[in-house]
Antibody, heavy 118, light 107 residues
Framework: QVHLVESGGGVVQPGRSLRLSCAAS????????LHWVRQAPGRGLEWVAVIWYDASNKYYTDSVKGRFAISRDNSKNTLYLQMHSLRVEDTAVYYC???????????WGQGTLVTVSS | DIQLTQSPSSLSASVGDRVTITCRASQTIDIYLHWYQQRPGKAPKVLIY???NLQSGVPSRFSGSGSGTDFTLTISSLQPEDFATYYCQQSYSSLWTFGQGTKVDIK
């Protein structure tokens, strides 16, 4: 059974950094692209970033480009999101998610809340 | 980035109603358009993939259509468990995007 567990969320001041982690189990981690998707309180879903199965390609939504970095450690079955220069508008629940070949997300973590506030 | 615009943003309907939600892309995305349902406090669930393919386990009252820039999600007969928020998502570009969502609530 696919299991994705995020950690690392919390309250942080604007301009500071935070690193999220996602521990995966129940599938061949190194065979799947992985995504971060976020959802601000009471708002819709926003795709944040993707990293290919072998980390050969990484893509970001424009609002986080240059501030966030997605990475993975296939030996530890762990996905990361390093977030720098955090802004109030980055406040959201961040979901780790497994991408499928057909272009959907079928498996999601439970999410970790990041609150950017002074 | 490819923008997806859903309409309406919200709607009120009764059990048994036929409901249609549309999603328009800012450029052609072939059939790389998918639909999700999200209930409060829960992760999204795939309903339709590649515009018109019903995800395994999803009731047949859900259907999708469209290609290019215009897509539709239809619920043929709304059930109590269908009151939720629905999102479209494109995977045509390496930079995925979601629509802003359509909230379906009880009339």
């Amino acid at each position: 059974q696919v299991h994705l567990v995020e950690s690392g969320g919390g309250v942080v001041q604007p301009g500071r950094s935070l690193r999220l982690s996602c521990a995966a189990s129940g599938f061949t981690f190194s065979s799947h692209a992985l995504h971060w998707v976020r959802q601000a309180p009471g708002r819709g879903l926003e795709w944040v970033a993707v990293i290919w199965y072998d980390a050969s390609n990484k893509y970001y939504t424009d609002s986080v480009k240059g501030r966030f970095a997605i990475s993975r450690d296939n030996s530890k079955n762990t996905l990361y999101l390093q977030m720098h220069s955090l802004r109030v508008e980055d406040t959201a629940v961040y979901y780790c998610a497994r991408g499928e070949v057909v272009g959907i997300i079928e498996h999601w973590g439970q999410g970790t809340l990041v609150t950017v506030s002074s | 980035d490819i923008q997806l615009t859903q309409s309406p943003s919200s709607l009120s309907a009764s059990v048994g109603d036929r409901v249609t939600i549309t999603c328009r892309a800012s450029q052609t995305i072939d059939i790389y358009l998918h639909w999700y349902q999200q209930r409060p406090g829960k992760a999204p669930k795939v309903l339709i993939y590649a515009a018109s393919n019903l995800q395994s386990g999803v009731p047949s009252r859900f259907s999708g259509s469209g290609s290019g820039t215009d897509f539709t999600l239809t619920i043929s007969s709304l059930q109590p468990e269908d009151f939720a928020t629905y999102y479209c998502q494109q995977s045509y570009s390496s930079l995925w995007t979601f629509g802003q969502g359509t909230k379906v609530d009880i009339k």
